[in-house]
Nanobody, 120 residues
Framework: QVQLVESGGGLVQAGGSLRLSCAVS????????MGWYRQAPGKQRELVAL???????NYADSVKGRFTSSRGSAKNALYLQMNSLKPEDTAVYYC??????????????WGQGTRVTVSS
């Protein structure tokens, strides 16, 4: 059973930084994409960053130049370095392994989320 566990959220002032982590357990291999999503109160969940299988990374326009996502050397961890945080970055952040049947990932996997609050 694949499990994702996020950590690192908290309260920070605008302009500050946080580093989120996502630990993956129960996966038999590491060939899959991984991403970060966030959901602010009253809004839909949105993609923040996606690390593709080839290692390339896509970012939402709203976080480009401020956020950096990376994977651990063993590929069983995902990180999100968030700099120059803004109040509009306030949300619950979720780690995700997207469904990809070609790679044997038959469903979307999600963590429980970690809350980030940015005060102005």
């Amino acid at each position: 059973q694949v499990q994702l566990v996020e950590s690192g959220g908290g309260l920070v002032q605008a302009g500050g930084s946080l580093r989120l982590s996502c630990a993956v357990s129960g996966s038999r291999d590491s060939v899959y994409a991984m991403g970060w999503y966030r959901q602010a109160p009253g809004k839909q969940r949105e993609l923040v960053a996606l690390i593709n299988i080839d290692g390339s990374t896509n970012y939402a326009d709203s976080v480009k130049g401020r956020f950096t996502s990376s994977r651990g050397s063993a590929k069983n961890a995902l990180y999100l370095q968030m700099n120059s945080l803004k109040p509009e970055d306030t949300a619950v952040y979720y780690c995700n392994i997207p469904r990809n049947p070609r790679l044997g990932v038959l469903i979307d996997y999600w963590g429980q989320g970690t809350r980030v609050t940015v005060s102005s």
